[in-house]
């Protein structure tokens, strides 16, 4: 569930980008739509987890997808910096699920 609700907010990020700052119509909506489809997923899977992990692996994730997806949807850039950055992330988000 956790993975779903990070897809639905970077999705719904895809969106935010093509709204050209909430300026298009149907871009907009369907920022508010997979918004609140996410922050729903979410609230679900946090009946087992703690808040402070569940939140910030939903957050490390999306952070994750959301450098994917600018690379493959818009063709930004990726530099060892960005990697790295990354790579704290996923590591940073293992160091949660390991403390159990």
């Known amino acids: 569930m956790v993975l779903i609700s990070a897809i639905l907010f ?5 969106f935010m980008k093509l709204s050209e700052g909430l300026s298009q119509p149907i871009p907009t909506l ?3 739509i997979f918004f609140i489809a996410g922050a729903s997923i979410q609230t679900v899977a946090m009946r ?3 808040l402070g992990v569940t ?11 959301a450098v994917l997806f600018g690379v493959v949807l818009f063709q930004e ?16 988000m293992g160091f949660l699920q390991g403390k159990k």
Do not use: D, M, P
């Not at 970077?10 to 895809?14: A, K, L, N, R, Y």
């Not at 910030?56 to 997808?65: N, T």
């Open 30 to 32: 369907l920022v508010y």
């Open 55 to 65: 939140y910030i692996v939903v957050l490390g994730l999306e952070s994750i997808l």
């Open 48 to 50: 087992k987890a703690t």
């Open 77 to 92: 850039s990726l530099s060892y910096i960005n990697v790295i950055g990354v790579s704290f992330i996923v590591a940073g």
């Open 10 to 14: 970077t999705i719904g990020g895809v």
